[in-house]
């Protein structure tokens, strides 16, 4: 988020503006656009640690980093698509609001 667009957001908040609808489903798809977010980098994160952690171990504990690594790529996965399917909301409430 460039530093113009998280001002506006934080001019919005700290004047309290009332929840109207399209503030509120501003709120709503930039929040789910977020967690998306910190979901792929999480399960970023988590994919690293596993592909350290194995080069450690191996045997039924390597084997099961193996497969902790694949549902996290799983994961990481899920969260581009959610985040592909989210984002025409938050364009277009940016687009209503002029938040950049």
């Known amino acids: 988020m460039s530093t ?6 934080d001019n919005c908040v700290t004047r309290k503006l009332p929840l109207t609808p399209t503030n509120s489903r501003n709120r709503f798809a930039l929040s789910n656009v977020t967690e998306q977010l910190g979901e792929h980098q999480d399960a ?12 450690h171990f ?3 504990t390597g084997f099961s980093l193996g497969l902790l690594h694949a549902y996290e790529v799983e994961c990481e996965l899920i969260a581009r698509i959610r985040m592909k399917e989210q984002w025409p909301a938050v364009r277009g409430q940016r687009k209503q609001t002029r938040l950049g």
């Open 58 to 60: 191996d045997g039924p």
């Open 44 to 55: 970023s994160i988590a994919q690293e640690t596993c592909r350290e952690l194995a080069e």
């Open 4 to 9: 113009a667009n998280a001002a506006a957001i």
